[in-house]
């Protein structure tokens, strides 16, 4: 069993930049490939970024490659979120999730865990 608790969001204005972070407890985060989903008012939880269980593998999503940056740090068994060039698209609620299988290719259907979410809203 693991625990997953997010913070970080906030208000921002398009073009800011933001880091959100999924703090763990329970188990060590290493056990786990994590990643981040989203959820904007009234649409479905997409996925937004994944990392391997070393941190050596990451994935993102099309829609945020190249401003967002996933990491994580097994010591401080902490997983982050940098958000650059933020987007008023880019508002939602962002969940940590951890799957404890090797793949980084996360669906909603392989995750185990699910953090409560954070909310970070972009103005325009």
């Known amino acids: 069993q693991v625990q997953l608790v997010e913070s970080g969001g906030g208000l921002v204005q398009a073009g800011d930049s933001l880091r959100v972070s999924c703090a763990a407890s329970g188990r060590t985060l290493s056990s786990y490939v994590m990643g981040w989903f989203r959820q904007a008012p009234g649409k479905e939880r997409v996925f937004v970024a994944s990392?391997?269980?070393?941190?050596?593998?990451?994935v993102h999503a099309d829609s945020v490659k190249g401003r967002f940056i996933i990491s994580r740090d097994n010591a401080k068994n902490t997983v982050y979120l940098q958000m650059n060039s933020l987007k008023p698209e880019d508002t939602a609620v962002y969940y940590c999730a951890a799957h404890p299988g090797g793949t980084v290719v996360l669906t909603i259907g392989n995750i185990a865990y699910w953090g409560k979410g954070t909310l970070v809203t972009v103005s325009s």
């Open positions: 990392i391997s269980k070393s941190g050596s593998t990451t």
